[in-house]
């Protein structure tokens, strides 16, 4: 039996895991999802755009379309956000839709779509309560927060930490969202 076709958007965000998002597209790509890649505009900086496109056969977007223009994306099942960026993270929770990916990610968590949002700010900024409550607010709105600190710790900033971000804790709620989503 051969598995419906779901779509993911990807949401990337501003921050040095995002120039690992290839090796998790084509993760997904192989678990049977249709890939999307949304960016934020500090996220197209860590992004490689062509090998993306090429990688989903689709456009990275990070602007929104003029208002008669066909969308060029298919709709999406489920979403991502991930590397989300403390300013991100605050701004989703406040209900922030000053960007394309946020407004996506606003609409999503309102239809009850599956979203997953995985933090990733630096040490600093993550002991600040508002971050704390973004966090709390993302998760009683249903949103599924990837968060594993003690395992996985924040970087000090800039590049270093990268390396443990936790592609394998998103591969498995991915694995997770895609069951409940085909039953």
């Known amino acids: 039996m051969q598995s419906k076709q779901l779509v993911l958007y990807i949401v990337a965000c501003g921050g040095y895991p995002a120039e690992d998002l290839p ?11 249709v890939v999307c890649v949304i960016a934020t505009t500090m996220g197209l900086r860590f992004l490689d755009v062509p ?7 689709r456009p990275v977007r990070f602007d929104y379309k003029q208002p008669d223009d066909p969308d060029v994306l298919p709709p999406a099942d489920a979403y991502l956000i991930a590397p989300a960026t403390f300013n991100s993270t605050n701004k989703l929770a406040a209900g922030a839709s000053d960007t394309l990916a946020l407004g996506l990610l606003n609409e999503a968590i ?33 949103v599924r927060v990837v968060l594993d600190y003690e395992r996985l710790p924040l970087p000090a900033s800039g590049r270093s930490g990268a390396s443990s971000f936790p592609w394998e804790l ?12 085909e039953d």
């Open 23 to 33: 090796a998790l597209v084509t993760w997904a790509k192989s678990e049977g999802w």
């Open 51 to 57: 090998g993306l496109v090429e990688l989903t056969e």
């Open 110 to 142: 309102g239809a009850g779509k599956p979203t997953i949002a995985v933090p990733w700010p630096n040490r600093d900024l993550a002991k600040r309560l508002v971050f704390r409550r973004s966090v709390a607010e993302l998760r009683r709105e249903g």
């Open 170 to 181: 998103i591969r498995e709620e991915l694995k997770v969202v895609r069951r409940e989503l």
